[in-house]
């Protein structure tokens, strides 16, 4: 498997984390696809994280999915307000001040069936909520939210190819769409923040990958198996992407799941407001996630026993980990 090392990092910005032109692997034959899974993999194994380029969600609906986003933000809080995340339902709008993240939120998923609600009782499993006098909003949210999950699939394509597993492994126990998708706005500020200019604390995902698109301002940090604070600067036209618990344990430990964090990029008089997208790809609820024998070294037997998406989600949020079956950036 390649090393990263040997990874290309082509942008003028400098940075020890991967850069993957994703072209290839979309267009090119099965050589092409295997360098660059294999690329994706080893980023996965050693960094947690890397820049995707060539990625195929265009630029013009990501544009207009930030524009959209500022304006919902933009809007007077009594009105968001009307959409407000509550303890039974895991979507909507959540306020600065509901909890120790400097920022407020908005989160969704895929639009529900009335009949698919009394199937899993789950927070997050459940209708998404909009104002109904904001229609550009939903309809540019959900187009987004299919965007990434097609392209997530890709990803998660190439990651069974390198694991020497069915191409289609990871993507057909994603097809429930049940993923999570969070729109952060971090207001601008007079003052740094008082505790380490954090604006969010470190933590890993609790899903499978993660796509983060930042926007203008950075913030983004994460954390190497050394211990180390790496940067994630803003590299035009790539999204970056992050593995998750559930990889990690699918994995038995062979993906890193990196932990990372939203601080203030340097110390001003005036600290920019920050907008970022996380798409948070998750799998089946009755998908069952055990470790493939690819992943396991001769002789040696799985970390963790099979369990299935619900069930992870249920201990992990006994555990008291996060309200949401995600964590935020």
Request: net charge negative.
């Amino acid at each position: 498997m390649i090393s990263i090392n040997e990874l290309s990092k082509e942008s003028i910005v400098s940075t020890a984390i991967p850069v993957i032109d994703f072209h290839l692997f979309l267009v090119g034959d099965t050589v092409a696809k295997e360098l660059i899974a294999n690329q994706i993999a080893s980023a996965l194994q050693e960094m947690g994280c890397f820049y995707l380029k060539n990625h195929d969600i265009s630029a013009t609906l990501i544009a207009q999915t930030f524009a959209q986003a500022k304006h919902f933000f933009a809007l007077p809080l009594e009105e968001k307000k009307q959409i407000a995340l509550t303890e039974k339902c895991h979507r909507g709008y959540i306020p600065m001040g509901m909890s120790s993240i400097l920022s407020e939120q908005f989160y969704f998923g895929r639009e529900m069936n009335p009949e698919e609600l009394d199937k899993l009782n789950h927070p997050f499993h459940q209708p998404n909520q909009w104002l109904q006098n904001q229609p550009e909003f939903r309809e540019a949210m959900l187009q987004f939210f299919t965007a990434c999950h097609a392209s997530t699939l890709k990803v998660l394509e190439a990651l069974a190819i390198a694991l020497k597993l069915p191409e289609f492994y990871f993507a057909e126990l994603h097809s429930e769409q049940n993923h999570a998708m969070g729109l952060h706005h971090y207001p601008a500020a007079s003052e740094p923040a008082k505790i380490q200019n954090i604006r969010l604390g470190e933590h890993t995902d609790g899903n499978t990958i993660t796509y983060v698109f930042q926007h203008e301002v950075e913030g983004l940090e994460i954390c190497s198996k050394t211990g180390e604070r790496i940067p994630v600067p803003l590299i035009p036209d790539t999204v970056v992407v992050m593995a998750g618990e559930i990889l990690q344990r699918w994995t038995n430990d062979k993906v890193y799941a990196t932990k990372h964090q939203v601080a203030i990029p340097y110390a001003s008089q005036l600290i920019q407001p920050r907008y970022s997208f996380a798409f948070f790809a998750s799998p089946n609820n009755a998908a069952e996630i055990t470790c493939p024998k690819s992943c396991l070294e001769a002789n040696k037997t799985a970390k963790y026993p099979p369990i299935l998406t619900s069930e992870f989600y249920t201990q992990r949020n006994n555990n008291n980990t996060s309200i949401l079956i995600t964590s935020k950036n």
